[in-house]
Nanobody
Framework: QVQLVESGGGLVQAGGSLRLSCAASERTFSMYNVDWFRQAPGKEREFVAAIMWSGGSTSYADSVKGRFTISRDNAKKTVYLQMNSLKPEDTAVYYC?????????????????WGKGTLVTVSS
């Protein structure tokens, strides 16, 4: 079982930046792909970004391309999501999720383990 804990959420003004972290206390964490998803009130959970277990491949939703960057440090068992040029529509609870798959997944059903989420609020 991979235990994931998100942190770094908070309140930020539009145009600002936040860096989210997803930490795991599991030796085999480096073998898992990790995705970030987000869910705003009344809306479906949506894909944000993904990174391969090796860190060599990444994927982003069109809505965040050029603004968000996903990275990982397997030695620290942590995945990061750097969010720049934040917009009010980025406001949501952000979740990290892990899965052991051959290719990157962009749907929540493809992920085996989930964190509890961290709230990001972007004010106008």
């Amino acid at each position: 079982q991979v235990q994931l804990v998100e942190s770094g959420g908070g309140l930020v003004q539009a145009g600002g930046s936040l860096r989210l972290s997803c930490a795991a206390s599991e030796r085999t964490f480096s073998m898992y792909n990790v995705d970030w998803f987000r869910q705003a009130p009344g809306k479906e959970r949506e894909f944000v970004a993904a990174i391969m277990w090796s860190g060599g491949s990444t994927s982003y939703a069109d809505s965040v391309k050029g603004r968000f960057t996903i990275s990982r440090d397997n030695a620290k068992k942590t995945v990061y999501l750097q969010m720049n040029s934040l917009k009010p529509e980025d406001t949501a609870v952000y979740y990290c999720a892990a899965g052991r798959t051959a290719v990157l997944k962009t749907d929540p059903s493809g992920m085996a383990y989930w964190g509890k989420g961290t709230l990001v609020t972007v004010s106008s």
